[in-house]
Structures are given as structure tokens and as C-alpha cells.
């Protein structure tokens, strides 16, 4: 029987996507770190949680089937997180993210061709060496900073990955709407990851966060290691009063991103009980069975 007392984390990554764990040295941590359940999040991929499996189950770890995918709402770039509390996701939803991964290997070469065209002697080889099998931006940046085309990663983002910036390529990304009916099928629940990162305005938060629930979403990550205790309050009242239910984690990475530990988040103030997961678990599928 699971303590119910004990500390759960649902959004961690390793390094099939851009964490800097491998699956099994993630589980590893998070058991040394006394947690209860971990929700492997990677972007575009269940690669980590299915190469974690076979580690949870040795030591006795709850884990949990996740996802993170960044998609199109109202114009902007907002992230979505979707739990398969059951286990894997249907194929069908499998076989929709294997799509999504071409679109990003699509985008990464044509920003390689346009940094290349800047004069930034970089290859696609040397990304997949910094960033495993699914690399994003963050690589680019680590990449050229490595290189010393830049100072510091955060400058390879004002000078040429960042929106706006010579050698950004947008995207393709799918609708909100769209994400969200897939995951359901898929037989998941949809939860707003970082929601104040995504749209830091409380006003428009509010007004967006109920379309998304008109548009199907299940869940707002409440507990993140971005929130402080004020801004957990105010979101946890928002979830009650769209009845949506609430999920939470450190989004983890490793020293990519210092400072955040796993189940603890900053300063070790995250505290997502196991209770938690209990009431997810409790939310039935919409999902098919195929």
C-alpha cells in the first residue's frame, strides 16, 4: 500500500528529450530523492518512460506515462502535458507523436541551413552529439555557446534562435484543440503545464484557461517550480472554479536548468502530495481502446 503521505513529481525529463539523465539514472534519483510516483514528461516522445520502465519497476517506483507538447492557442505557443494514468497511450496516439517528431527534425534543419547562411559552421551531427535524439532550441544554444559564436547560451537566443531573431523557424504546431481531443482519445487526461510562464497576465489567464476548458482540457499544473506559494493559491482557486483537476512537478532537467530538484522544485517548496494522483486516477478515460 502507497503512503499517501509520501512527495510525487509528474514533470520531470531525461535525455530523449532535453533532460541530461538517461531514463533509468532519473529513477535512480528520484527514488534516492524519496519520492513516491514520477510522471516522465519529454517532449515529443515516450521514449524516457518506456526506457524507464523496466529501473521503476525494480525500485518500486509509481510511474507515470507523460508527455509535453508544444502547441498553437489563440496565436501563441502554449505547453501542454498528457498523462496515460493507465499505463501506455493507445498506438494511435503513438503513431500522431511519431508526426510531431518529424516536424521538429523539419524545423531543426532548416535552422541549421540558416545559421550556416550566417556564417555558424554548425551541423546537424554536432546538434544530435549536444541534444540525443530530439533537440531543441536549448541545444542550439549550448551548441553555439560551446563553439564561441556566443558568450553565454542566452545570447545565442538574442542573437539567433529566439523569436524574432535572424535564424528562427517557426514551428509547425498543432492546435490546442486538436492536442487536447488526441490525448483524450489516446486515453489520457490534458493538463496546462507552467501556466503562468505560458501567459503571464492574470486577467487574460483566467479568460483563456475557461476556453481551454470549453475546448476540452482536463487538468492546470498548479503545483511548478516557477510558482511561489501566492501563485499556487491563486491558481489552485482557479482549477476549483473551472472544476478542473490539478497536477504538479518540478520540471526537472538536470544542470541544464540549476536550482530545481527533483520533487522538491526551488528551495524545496514543491511539495505535490500523493493524494494527488489518487484523484487523477480517479478521473475516468475518454479514450478508445484500440
Same mark, same amino acid.
Given at each position: 500500500?502507497?503512503?499517501?503521505?509520501?512527495?510525487?513529481?509528474?514533470?520531470?525529463?531525461?535525455?530523449?528529450?532535453?533532460?541530461?539523465?538517461?531514463?533509468?539514472?532519473?529513477?535512480?534519483?528520484?527514488?534516492?530523492?524519496?519520492?513516491?510516483?514520477?510522471?516522465?514528461?519529454?517532449?515529443?516522445?515516450?521514449?524516457?518512460?518506456?526506457?524507464?520502465?523496466?529501473? $521503476? /519497476?525494480?525500485?518500486?517506483?509509481?510511474?507515470?506515462?507523460?508527455? !509535453?507538447? *508544444?502547441?498553437? #492557442?489563440? %496565436?501563441?505557443?502554449?505547453?501542454?502535458?498528457?498523462?496515460?494514468?493507465?499505463?501506455?497511450?493507445?498506438?494511435?496516439?503513438?503513431?500522431?507523436?511519431?508526426?510531431?517528431?518529424?516536424?521538429?527534425?523539419?524545423?531543426?534543419?532548416?535552422?541549421?541551413?540558416?545559421?550556416?547562411?550566417?556564417?555558424?559552421?554548425?551541423?546537424?551531427?554536432?546538434?544530435?552529439?549536444?541534444?540525443?535524439?530530439?533537440?531543441?532550441?536549448?541545444?542550439?544554444?549550448?551548441?553555439?555557446?560551446?563553439?564561441?559564436?556566443? $558568450? /553565454?547560451?542566452?545570447?545565442?537566443?538574442?542573437?539567433?534562435?529566439? !523569436?524574432? *531573431?535572424?535564424? #528562427?523557424? %517557426?514551428?509547425?504546431?498543432?492546435?490546442?484543440?486538436?492536442?487536447?481531443?488526441?490525448?483524450?482519445?489516446?486515453?489520457?487526461?490534458?493538463?496546462?503545464?507552467?501556466?503562468?510562464?505560458?501567459?503571464?497576465?492574470?486577467?487574460?489567464?483566467?479568460?483563456?484557461?475557461?476556453?481551454?476548458?470549453?475546448?476540452?482540457?482536463?487538468?492546470?499544473?498548479?503545483?511548478?517550480?516557477?510558482?511561489?506559494?501566492?501563485?499556487?493559491?491563486?491558481?489552485?482557486?482557479?482549477?476549483?472554479?473551472?472544476?478542473?483537476?490539478?497536477?504538479?512537478?518540478?520540471?526537472?532537467?538536470?544542470?541544464?536548468?540549476?536550482?530545481?530538484?527533483?520533487?522538491?522544485?526551488?528551495?524545496?517548496?514543491?511539495?505535490?502530495?500523493?493524494?494527488?494522483?489518487?484523484?487523477?486516477?480517479?478521473?475516468?478515460?475518454?479514450?478508445?481502446?484500440?
Amino acid at each position: 500500500m502507497h503512503d499517501h503521505r509520501g512527495i510525487i513529481d509528474l514533470h520531470s525529463h531525461t535525455t530523449e528529450s532535453d533532460g541530461i539523465l538517461t531514463p533509468p539514472e532519473l529513477i535512480l534519483v528520484a527514488r534516492q530523492a524519496g519520492l513516491e510516483a514520477l510522471g516522465i514528461t519529454d517532449h515529443d516522445t515516450f521514449g524516457g518512460y518506456d526506457r524507464a520502465l523496466d529501473s $521503476a /519497476r525494480e525500485l518500486g517506483l509509481d510511474l507515470v506515462c507523460g508527455i !509535453e507538447l *508544444a502547441v498553437k #492557442f489563440k %496565436q501563441q505557443s502554449v505547453h501542454l502535458l498528457g498523462y496515460f494514468l493507465n499505463g501506455s497511450p493507445s498506438e494511435g496516439f503513438r503513431e500522431w507523436v511519431r508526426g510531431l517528431q518529424g516536424s521538429r527534425h523539419a524545423r531543426n534543419e532548416a535552422m541549421v541551413e540558416r545559421l550556416r547562411s550566417k556564417g555558424v559552421e554548425i551541423t546537424l551531427e554536432e546538434l544530435h552529439q549536444c541534444g540525443g535524439k530530439l533537440p531543441g532550441r536549448p541545444h542550439f544554444a549550448r551548441l553555439l555557446s560551446e563553439k564561441g559564436y556566443v $558568450a /553565454r547560451p542566452r545570447e545565442a537566443f538574442e542573437r539567433y534562435i529566439g !523569436e524574432g *531573431a535572424s535564424c #528562427f523557424v %517557426q514551428r509547425e504546431e498543432v492546435d490546442f484543440a486538436e492536442s487536447v481531443e488526441k490525448i483524450a482519445k489516446g486515453g489520457g487526461l490534458s493538463s496546462l503545464a507552467h501556466p503562468l510562464r505560458t501567459i503571464p497576465r492574470s486577467r487574460n489567464l483566467e479568460e483563456y484557461v475557461r476556453i481551454m476548458k470549453s475546448e476540452g482540457l482536463d487538468c492546470l499544473e498548479v503545483y511548478h517550480s516557477d510558482h511561489r506559494p501566492e501563485d499556487v493559491n491563486f491558481l489552485s482557486s482557479l482549477a476549483a472554479s473551472l472544476s478542473l483537476a490539478v497536477t504538479g512537478g518540478s520540471d526537472f532537467h538536470g544542470a541544464t536548468k540549476p536550482g530545481i530538484d527533483l520533487g522538491k522544485g526551488r528551495d524545496g517548496t514543491l511539495n505535490v502530495p500523493y493524494s494527488l494522483l489518487v484523484e487523477l486516477r480517479r478521473i475516468p478515460s475518454r479514450g478508445t481502446t484500440c
